[in-house]
């Protein structure tokens, strides 16, 4: 139990050195000029510097207090502080490592060599070791405690170290006393002012850390030497140790030295920071902006995509609307019933017929007439068709056209022109018809575009054909279709000039239990009976009218 409190003790007390003898270096020996010229450097294995100096009374030393005494008898011989006879062990630059721990004799001189100890300025040391309950009284040594001064870096404890009666000399022997030394007993700036100031160029003077007065010097940074000899701290030159990067200059300056980078090259240009780095691989512009670039192209092309997608989507939308709008259904629901014999009957889409119009382009116009364009088509297995682009439809029509598609559907009359299909997604309903290549009576009887003269046999032949078929409207169609607008541009001619009737775009049904509808009058002037015109009641006369002027 008390030797325990004894180690502690121990403890406590070699705790202080640690942060002492640390921080001393070894500069002054390794400098170039280490002693004055024609003095002796070393004893045995010391390299003694100056403001030390071996021999005694000599001008090698700083003054009488630095003279080591260099003991020949010995082999090797062994240094000595000439003045206190200390064995030295090493030399640092601002203590000495000595061999003997006994502080009576030091003790007599403070003035040149004080422990580097704690607390500062320590000047004598004499340890007494008790326990805490007095149950071992200790003087000096005994197995459970013993008190020394000396460099803790060079003592290892162990536990087995007390019961070792070798213990004393051998610490004595192997752990050396550090002192701290010091130029005079005034400190840097009283000895700046001196005649004897001992700090030569670049150097830097510091105070003695004890407390008890005296001053060293110490090279500026990046110089090197022996700052108490002349020509003091020489500049180092920091390139040999290449501290630039491979592809860095390095060039020395005064107490340091500048790193730059080759051409082509950009960087702090010191190895260990940024280096030199080749421009080309430094931030890539180019790349960058090309990236940018991309990122800015791929985002209009996403918008361009998505907008077009909208419009479309927009599009389709419209169409599907037109469909109904335009009575789609009911024209579906009118051809899948086995009621109607219109299964031939195709509801084109408007791509299809944009296609097969070149886009509805002028020159596939065939004609205008007063209920819209009529434009030659192809269709995408080459039929030749004629598509007729209505004019605006009245709401109120469609069911109405509705009808009127089914039934020219069902009208299988060589003297009509045959209707193929419909298209209803556009905004006004489309009409398709078999294409009819020999252009209209009315171009042929006023000799229109170079069309030839007929023989009086043919024009009568047409006739009957014209007659023919409006009497088969009138009569024999499921429902009578009165034409409403017989004239000679609705009479085409295919390439046999074989009499087609055609536009029934104001062509009325007349259910078949009556004879007679009301309509707005619709016509063409001239060829409009003037009783419909007057009454605007609808018979299927008003069609013969019209049919007489055509013959007139
Ligand atoms: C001192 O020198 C001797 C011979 O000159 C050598 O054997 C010994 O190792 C040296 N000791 C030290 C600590 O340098
Ligand atoms: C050298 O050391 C020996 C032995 O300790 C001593 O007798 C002698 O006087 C010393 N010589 C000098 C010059 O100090
Ligand atoms: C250390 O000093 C003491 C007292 O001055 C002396 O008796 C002793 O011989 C010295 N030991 C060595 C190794 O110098
Ligand atoms: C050390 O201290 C003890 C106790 O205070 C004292 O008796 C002794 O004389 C001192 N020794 C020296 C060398 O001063
Ligand atoms: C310690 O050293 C002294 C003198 O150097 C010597 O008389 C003594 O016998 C040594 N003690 C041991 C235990 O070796
Ligand atoms: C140096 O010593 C003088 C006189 O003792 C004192 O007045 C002065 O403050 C000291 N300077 C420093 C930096 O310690």
């Known amino acids: 139990m008390s030797s325990n ?3 502690l003790y121990l403890f406590l007390l070699f705790l202080p050195f640690i942060s002492l003898a640390k921080q001393d270096t070894n500069l002054i020996t390794q400098a170039k000029t ?4 024609n003095c002796q450097s070393k004893c045995g294995n010391l390299t003694v510097p100056y403001p030390f100096g071996i ?12 003279d080591v005494n260099c003991n020949t008898s010995f082999n090797p011989p062994k240094p000595f502080i000439s003045t206190i006879n200390i064995e030295i062990l090493e030399i640092k630059d601002n203590t000495l490592l000595t061999k003997n721990t006994s502080i009576r004799k030091y003790s007599r001189d403070p003035e040149r060599f004080r422990f580097s100890a704690i607390p500062r300025g320590l000047q004598r040391f004499n340890a007494t070791i008790s326990s805490l309950n007095a149950h071992v009284r200790v003087s000096s040594f005994s197995s459970c405690g013993y008190a020394f001064l000396g460099d803790p870096e060079r003592f290892r404890f162990s536990a ?7 213990f004393q000399n051998r610490t004595v022997d192997n752990v050396p006393l550090v002192l701290d030394w010091a130029i005079g007993t005034r400190n840097c700036s009283e000895a700046r002012n001196s005649g004897d100031f001992a700090c030569l160029q670049s150097s830097v003077c510091v105070d003695s850390e004890t407390g008890l007065g005296g001053y060293r010097c110490s090279c500026s940074e990046g110089y090197q030497g022996n700052p108490y000899l002349s ?4 500049d180092i030159n920091e390139c040999e140790n290449n501290p630039c990067d491979e592809n860095g200059i390095c060039t020395n300056t005064p107490g340091g030295f500048r790193c730059a980078c080759k051409k082509g090259y950009v960087g702090n ?3 260990d920071e940024r280096g030199c780095t080749a421009v080309n691989s430094q931030f890539p512009v180019i790349k960058f902006s090309l990236g940018i670039s991309f990122g800015f192209l791929a985002v209009i092309i996403a918008v361009t995509v998505m907008y077009f997608s909208i419009k479309k989507r927009k599009i389709m939308q419209l169409r599907e609307k037109f469909f109904q709008q335009n009575g789609g259904v009911l024209l579906k629901q009118q051809i899948s019933s086995n009621e109607t014999n219109m299964k031939s ?4 889409t408007a791509v299809e017929l944009e296609k097969a119009t070149n886009n509805y382009a002028e020159d596939r116009i065939l004609g205008r007439g007063g209920y819209g364009t009529v434009y030659k088509g192809i269709l995408h297995d080459q039929q030749v068709v004629a598509i007729k682009k209505s004019r605006v439809m009245d709401q109120s029509q469609i069911e109405q056209f509705i009808n009127e598609v089914v039934i020219l559907a069902q009208v299988n009359h060589r003297n009509v022109v045959k209707i193929l299909g419909c298209c209803l997604e556009t905004e006004v309903p489309m009409l398709v018809y078999e294409y009819v290549s020999n252009g209209t009576l009315y171009h042929h009887i006023h000799n229109n575009g170079g069309m030839p003269w007929f023989s009086w046999d043919s024009r009568l032949r047409i006739a009957t054909e014209a007659a023919g078929a409006l009497a088969y409207l009138h009569s024999a169609a499921a429902m009578p279709v009165i034409h409403r607008d017989v004239k000679s541009p609705n009479i085409l001619l295919d390439e046999y000039y ?4 055609s536009d029934f775009g104001a062509s009325r049904l007349v259910p078949v239990d009556q004879t007679q509808i009301s309509t707005l009058v619709q016509g063409t002037l001239g060829y409009l009976d003037p009783e419909y015109f007057h009454t605007g009641q609808l018979t299927d006369k008003s069609d013969v009218y019209s049919f007489g002027v055509v013959l007139a």
Not at 55 to 66: A, N, Y
């Open 345 to 348: 009957t195709k509801i084109f």
């Open 269 to 271: 240009g010191i190895k």
């Open 55 to 66: 021999g005694i009374g000599t001008s090698c030393s700083i003054s009488p207090w630095f």
């Open 231 to 234: 020509p003091g701290c020489t």
């Open 498 to 501: 074989t009499a087609k009737i």
């Open 34 to 37: 280490i002693t004055k010229p």
């Open 160 to 166: 087995g170290d007390l019961s070792d009666p070798g």
């Open 5 to 7: 409190f004894s180690f």
